[in-house]
């Protein structure tokens, strides 16, 4: 398939007004994505906008997975390209905007310029990212490389996302007379991403002497949050602009040409999140475009006093306000008066609905039903997992009997290693804090309680009471638990499995930072076993490098463990001795 290319004007602009659309799309929502364009496009027309670039595909919504492989799916990006490139024969803002090109395994990632009431230009991405949470190779076919296209006699260079982390699409552009690079992007957050987004696009403006445009997508999408933060460099690599963060924004952006190429006049500079900031709006915003794009009325959420939850119902209340958030109490005899006075003082500082249900009833009447069966065995985790599971069927019965989604709290310390009760705590629709390990949980709590995100609906001021930052972890599924009876504390576990995750170092490595051997060992080997309930998991956003889902694939049956040499060994332990039921907690 050739690409279509744009005419040549006669008379080069020497001033570009480029508006920036960084506004939240929804996957398979061609309408409201088409409705959400002409609301922009008549925004940029009100400052006067010569050009609106969106962010990538979004006609389509991005990622959109194997949608891409539905003809009819195709047929209507394309019907609504066509729809919307008629109307801008009304003189106002053309417009440069993402969706599939093409059918059936001639499909291409397109970004199209709309002028004269026409598609005037299409360029194809070049680069298909292929790794971690990307998947693109697997519906799209690589475009040729990109020249530039004329608008108002200014050669665009419109490398896609992918194109420019690498230097060759680029140096096409500039070597086929690109003045200025437009770059749409569907790039995901995770910590420190931005940095990297800037170091990247500063390498291809050194290279090339071009100024850059990067547009970001904004919103969330399942377990994927796009953080906006779009910004432009000028050709000495200057910042010219930057878009703030976990927010829309339709900018107006200036550009002139000068003796070396142009250059932004006029731009917004806005303060962006970083660090916890950045993980915590990140959090808000996946956890209400989950709740909101599918048509959730609300949520309903164990509060038990503790920690997980306590900072779920405040991500929950800043996401969507406290009217639409119910938090229930499920007391048991292991619930402490310590735990009761928490939840209840949480959520009155938050302003939810809370109600108290005790659970006992359910879990004598389960224990009565088990008894024949279980008669003469010693009790165990098997019976405190009763509770857990006997909470999970009330919440879940509350959510299906009024529709709104069930949240779910574990953080990513429990669901490393199998501390999470599948069917129990582990129910739910989604999670905020799936991430997010447990000593960044506290350090949420602890930030959430002085700051307050823009544009957060909960209250200011300290929202998780302080008794529930500094008491020991429990379960309360027994008498006197802690979590630390039977796990590393959390700073050392986080570290271990910051190892083991992130980074997929040798046992033995890890253990060179100062961490015992078998301590090591024997949380990868739980690591392991806890595959089979991470696969049973809610989705939840996306915050590190490499989350549980779609950055980490491993297999449920897996027999390899490192035995902790410096050099790989043989087996250290009878393959007979564990199974998946040892993980449960």
């Given at each position: ?6 005419p ?10 480029i508006?920036?659309?960084?506004v ?22 009100g ?22 492989l ?8 394309r ?26 395994k ?13 598609i005037?230009?299409v360029?194809?991405k ?57 770059v ?130 405040a ?24 735990s009761?006075a ?17 659970i ?21 985790v098997?019976?405190?997992?009763i ?6 069927t ?12 069930l ?20 129910n ?13 949980v ?26 529930i930052?500094v ?27 910051e ?13 060179a ?11 990868e ?19 590190t490098?490499?989350n ?38």
């Amino acid at each position: 398939m050739t690409e279509i290319q744009a005419p040549h004007p006669d008379a080069p602009a020497n001033r570009l007004v480029i508006g920036l659309a960084q506004v939240n799309c929804t996957v398979g929502d061609i309408a409201g994505n088409v409705a959400r364009i002409r609301a922009a496009r008549a925004e940029a027309a009100g400052f006067g906008a010569d050009l609106l670039m969106f962010s990538e595909l979004f006609i389509s919504g991005y990622p959109p997975e194997d949608l891409v492989l539905k003809p009819a799916f195709l047929e209507a990006c394309r019907a609504a390209c066509e729809e919307i490139a008629a109307e801008t024969a009304d003189g106002g803002p053309a417009l440069l905007v993402g969706l599939p090109w093409g059918k059936d395994k001639d499909c291409y990632n397109a970004y199209a310029l709309l002028d004269h009431g026409k598609i005037e230009a299409v360029r194809f991405k070049v680069d298909l990212p292929n790794y971690g949470v990307f998947d693109e190779k697997r519906v799209f076919k690589p475009g040729l490389m990109p020249g530039p296209i004329v608008f108002k006699g200014v050669r665009v260079g419109i490398p896609i996302c992918e194109d420019i982390w690498g230097p060759d699409p680029v140096e096409c552009i500039a070597e086929t007379g690109g003045e200025i690079l437009l770059v749409p992007n569907g790039s995901p957050y995770w910590r420190s991403k931005t940095d990297e987004r800037l170091s990247i696009a500063v390498a291809r403006v050194v290279e090339s002497g071009l100024p850059l445009i990067y547009l970001n997508q904004i919103g969330g999408q399942d377990e994927l949050v796009f953080d906006g933060a779009s910004f432009a460099l000028n050709g000495n690599s200057s910042l010219a602009l930057q878009l703030p963060a976990f927010a829309p924004m339709v900018a107006k952006t200036v550009w002139e040409r000068k003796s070396k190429g142009f250059v932004c006049v006029e731009g917004p500079k806005c303060k962006i999140e970083e660090g916890d900031e950045a993980d915590y709006a990140a959090c808000v915003l996946g956890l209400r475009d989950y709740v909101n794009k599918n048509g959730f009325p609300g949520v309903v959420m164990g509060l038990s006093g503790g920690i997980d939850s306590a900072i779920c119902a405040a991500i929950a209340v800043d996401a969507l306000g406290p009217a639409r958030v119910h938090c229930i109490m499920l007391p048991y005899r292991f619930t402490s008066n310590e735990s009761l006075a928490d939840a209840e003082g949480c959520a009155r500082a938050l302003g939810v609905r809370y109600d108290i249900l005790p659970i006992a009833p359910a879990v004598d009447g389960f224990e009565k039903v088990l008894a024949p069966i279980f008669k003469g065995t010693t009790p165990g985790v098997t019976e405190e997992n009763i509770q857990s599971r006997a909470r999970g069927t009330v919440l879940m019965s509350v959510s299906n009997k009024f529709g709104s989604m069930l949240v779910t709290t574990g953080n990513k310390s429990e669901m490393s290693v199998g501390y999470a009760t599948i069917y129990g705590d582990m129910n739910g629709g989604f999670n905020p804090i799936k991430d997010l390990y447990k000593m960044e949980v506290f350090r949420l709590a602890e930030l959430r309680n002085r700051w307050r995100p823009e544009g957060a609906l909960g209250p200011d001021g300290e929202v998780i009471g302080r008794n529930i930052i500094v008491k020991p972890p429990s379960a309360e599924l027994r008498e006197n638990q802690r979590d630390q009876d039977s796990l590393p504390p959390y700073d050392a576990l986080d570290a271990i499995l910051e190892g083991l995750v992130e980074k997929e170092m040798r046992v033995a490595d890890v253990a060179a930072l100062g961490y015992d051997l078998e301590t090591v060992k024997k949380i990868e080997r739980l690591l392991y076993l806890a595959e089979y309930k991470r696969r049973q998991s809610a989705p939840g956003v996306k915050v590190t490098k490499k989350n549980f889902g779609r950055d980490r694939r491993y297999p449920i049956v897996n027999r390899f463990r490192d035995s902790g040499a410096v050099v790989a060994g043989s087996r250290d332990r009878d393959p007979g001795e564990e199974s998946l039921s040892t993980a449960e907690e």
